[in-house]
């Protein structure tokens, strides 16, 4: 077993390896693929974690050379390498049966390491499995945390080929549909808990596509494995509206655009984080498949079509659901809360949709006529021209995303909260989002009189041309104005959360952008504008 292992990785490619930006998230421990002759470990703990491709190119002597590799957000049951005594430890390697090695450096100048101990582990992971039920149709393929596929033909157990360590996160998905049919997970995700995984559910149903064509006037429940495909002009919901987990839902560009709410319209959209709900393009045949029948002819865009429109009624919920390719009204949103609805958007994305409307009033998700009670919260925005606009009537706290979370550089192109704010503060109300700014166009913004606006650390108020604020009580209107990280800035000021309005360089924050905060309580002196050293570029600087 003394057999000499040389690793021809030259020294640079260890720069290259902590410059390294490609992330993915793979499983700890090591394998050898014999059918192709490379080595992966999963995790190399170099002070970041990366993974490592070394392909075999001399089995005489079992000589390696790097193949490819890249940075991994997975810690976990890390490989080694100890300088000081020149061991590379690699914990779990998967030969068919589970084992440890040490590999020792023996000759720096071409990183030649010599096999120097090595030893059963007795266990190299858990496996994650379950069973599938009802598949009659071809194709089905599942998938583990984007990466383990593993293709099913029957009914009966299933198990993924790849072991994963002890509290390692595991999420299965249907990475394809069987002909005719959909399937859908239950107990899809979880963490390694000290055994196996075997309780995932895949259970396939034969799926249909149903063209809406008329209102709904009585209680209604949309099942979670058909694809409904709104084909109805001015379609309402007139009484409640259940749609199950894995329900899609298209919408016809010109026959049936549009969803409102009337009567005692509500909807319950409430899926799973294994199941969510779509809203989407009759074109978008990433879910659902090829609806409309023309291939690769047409592809989704935003504004293909218009807007869910909640329309003053109260209760609906949105719970892990997927808004994708809407805002073609003259609103341009994709999910309107309009004329003094309350709802629940949790858990829910909002992703390629509109928002440009040209008043800068309104989202892709418009709550800006959204009354006390409502919540929006886990909620996440990206690829929108506005992703959401809010009314000074329910908190927003610091749990909804601006970003793509699989690219963080994908964002929205006004990414920040434009606050309706023609019905002021009247109540105690808390804005604690640090990731995009607040943005207040109002010449006019009050904190009433026994009214309090509480802000976060880090949270930035950015004030459009000629926006004033008035603070009914004077500086105690504004809880925590002074705390760390927050300040009230111009609509221009790129330094402080981005280029909110989205013109690059083409313009600078200068005084005088807007007119600054005033203390109607008069306790300061005239002209009774604040000048705290955190209020930038309005009229008194």
Known sequence: MKNRLVLGILGSIFFLLCSAVSAQTIEPGARYDGANGVLHVYCLDLGTPYWVDLELIDASNFTFQLKNFGSTESRGQCSTYNSLTSILHIPSLDLGAPYWIDLKLTDPSTLSFVLDNFGSTGILGYTIGGNVTGLSGSGLVLQNSGSDELSIQADGPFTFGRQLTDETAYQVSVKSQPAGQRCLVTNCSGTIEGQDVNDVQVTCYLSEVIEVTENINTYTTWKGYNTYVIK??????NDTLVIEPGAIIKFHPSEGPFLTLGGAGTIIADGTECQPIIFTSYKDDAHGGDTNGDGATTQPARKDWGTIDTNGLNGSIFNHCEFYYGGNTSYTSTLSLSA???????????????GSDATG??????AKSAVAGTV??????YDNIRPFSASTNFDIDDSNIFHNPADPSQTNVYNGIFVDTINEIHSAISWQETEVPFVIDDNDFWVNSGATLTMGNNVVLKFRAGSAMVLGDGASAIVNRDGQGVYFTSYKDDSRKGDTNADGTATTPADGDWVGIFDNSLSIPSPYFFTWSNILYDELH
């Open 232 to 237: 109805a002009w001015d379609f309402y919901v």
């Open 340 to 354: 003094g609805s309350r709802a629940t958007v949790t858990n829910c994305t909002f992703a390629h949709n509109d």
């Open 361 to 366: 009033w309104y989202g892709a998700l418009d």
């Open 376 to 381: 929006i919260r886990n909620n996440i925005f």
